[in-house]
């Protein structure tokens, strides 16, 4: 299987040197372009170094690509267009951030970024009310601090109430989260990862439009603004393991690395104010991150930071530690290379840096296993937790026919809200949610085959997997189950119990 990776970041200007015949399937090659928003700059780079390597076929691949690109972002910019113009008569202001907006300020084409309209307001509920009236449907719910998701045709707007900028606690990062420095029951405490809002407002009073006829009506954060959103949503993508493990996207996007460049070259660009929004939104941290990232892949740094030149280097693991699930957190190296791939996250990767309960699986036998001693069952030796007790739970897993049952048998001593399950392969995830209160469930994520019923000490869950769709036959698989249990939003209990399965 050829690597395509040296490919795609010779594309986004790395110093990477190809040889004349390099190896490349082109389906796979133009989907990971897509993937990095790289088709332009792609084709750039070829133009300006006429490669002995590049086919017919990769460049009509990339101009197809491209060519959707800029229609789908001049769409954005007419949608967009017209919505702040019916707005006007409601005296609504309108801001875009991400997308569109680093090509509306630096007019460079070949930074072009279709996908959503990210937007924020002076007043949400007209902009919700216009995009209902308008023809726009609800296509998701509020969920954290986006307001909702609104869709017509090929154009998608996304509300936000705010822009957050998450940043490390002190605690958690004083805190030793080697795996390797743990005993197998890891105990954690319930570590902060807060986060600042930069406001509508925040971003209005210093906004820029486009320089452009048609990028003219177009509301964007300034360069300074938009360079720290920017290293501020790349990091949350970076910290949060648990919330892309089961999707077909890069954890580092080399499209958001290369606009830290383009706006850093852009003439409103000024280090003194970038450094001013930098400290004033406590953004150190997502900032550090994007410089390091920037200097591991193209041993440059866009940001007026100091950091260390690392070029081809892992970004600091103990530096920007990462969230396993809900609130675990472990410190994990990875190679730059890997965090550019797709499917990036191999859960027999993360279990081996993690540690995990080796668990052989055959056709005859059941097994059961537990974090209750007994006599009866086999201990759950490795797991992370927050509690000086584990939740008392066995696990028992056989094959069936068609793949893999898993019965989780979960006892319950007290009282709470919702129950949440979760079970991750790392190219699929489910969580199964229970509400007590209303005795009812859901699952969020891949649809397992799920089943539940209460009995007099708890309640048991089973899961039905089928092997090929965990792309068996393999010898060894990853899996990692976790449970929380909560009043409310605080958390009472959780576990996280990785294993190791051998077929």
């Not at 010779?10 to 090659?29: K, S």
């Not at 509920?125 to 869709?151: A, C, K, S, W």
């Not at 190296?333 to 055959?362: C, F, Y």
């Not at 979960?410 to 509400?435: H, K, Q």
Request: charged share 20%.
């Amino acid at each position: 299987m050829p690597d395509h990776i040296p490919i795609i970041k010779w594309a986004a200007g790395a110093p990477v040197a190809l040889p004349d015949d390099v190896d490349f399937n082109t389906n796979t090659l133009i989907d990971l372009v897509d993937a990095h928003n790289l088709s332009g700059q792609f084709l750039s780079r070829i133009r300006n170094n006429n490669p002995k390597w590049v086919t017919y076929d990769l460049v009509e691949g990339l101009n197809d690509l491209f060519f959707m690109t800029t229609t789908q972002v001049a769409r954005n910019i007419s949608a967009f267009t017209q919505l702040r113009q019916q707005l006007k008569f409601k005296k609504t202001n309108i801001i875009v951030i991400k997308g569109i907006s680093t090509y509306v300020l630096s007019d460079e084409s070949e930074i072009m970024h279709a996908g959503d309209i990210d937007l924020l307001s002076d007043n949400t509920n007209n902009v919700v009310q216009t995009l209902l009236d308008t023809g726009y449907r609800q296509t998701r719910t509020p969920f954290m601090h986006e307001i909702g998701e609104f869709t017509k045709d090929s154009t998608e707007f996304d509300v936000h109430d705010y822009f957050p900028v998450y940043g490390y606690s002190k605690t958690l990062l004083e805190s030793d989260l080697s795996p390797l420095h743990q005993n197998e029951e890891w105990q954690q405490q319930g570590y902060s990862f807060p986060h600042n809002k930069i406001t509508f407002f925040d971003m209005f009073k210093s906004a820029n439009h486009g320089t452009r006829p048609e990028t003219e009506p177009i509301v964007v954060p300034d360069a300074n603004m938009l360079a720290m959103i920017i290293s501020a949503h790349a990091f949350m993508n970076y910290t949060n393991i648990w919330s892309i493990s089961h999707r077909e996207k890069a954890c580092v996007r080399l499209g958001e690395i290369i606009d830290l460049f383009a706006l850093s070259r852009h003439a409103s660009f000024n280090p003194n104010r970038f450094i001013s929004y930098v400290d004033y939104f406590n953004a150190h941290d997502a900032v550090e991150w994007a410089a390091s990232t920037a200097v591991s892949v193209f041993g440059k740094n866009p940001l007026p930071i100091s950091v260390s030149n690392n070029l081809g280097q892992p970004v600091s693991a103990t530096r920007f530690p990462r969230c396993l699930w809900w609130n675990f957190w472990a410190s994990l190296s990875s190679e730059p290379d890997e965090l550019l791939k797709t499917k990036w996250l191999s859960m027999e990767w993360l279990i081996q840096r993690i540690g995990a309960n080796h668990i052989p699986v055959s056709q005859e036998s059941e097994k059961s296993y537990s974090t209750v001693n007994s006599d009866f069952y086999s201990p759950l030796r490795r797991y992370i937790t927050q509690q000086p007790e584990p939740i008392p739970l066995v696990i028992q897993i056989r094959r069936s026919e068609k793949g893999l049952i898993l019965n989780l048998q979960i006892s319950s001593s007290f009282e709470f809200d919702t129950e949440r399950i979760r079970f991750d392969l790392g190219s699929i995830a489910c969580e199964w949610i229970y509400d007590v209160g209303r005795n009812c469930t859901k699952t969020v994520g891949y649809p397992m085959d799920l089943s539940f019923r209460c009995n007099a000490s708890g309640y048991e869950i089973i899961a039905k997997l089928d092997l090929e769709e965990i792309v068996l036959p393999m010898k060894i698989v990853g899996l990692c189950i976790g449970v929380m249990r909560q009043a409310g939003l605080n958390v009472l209990e959780s576990i996280l119990i990785p294993l190791e399965l051998e077929f």
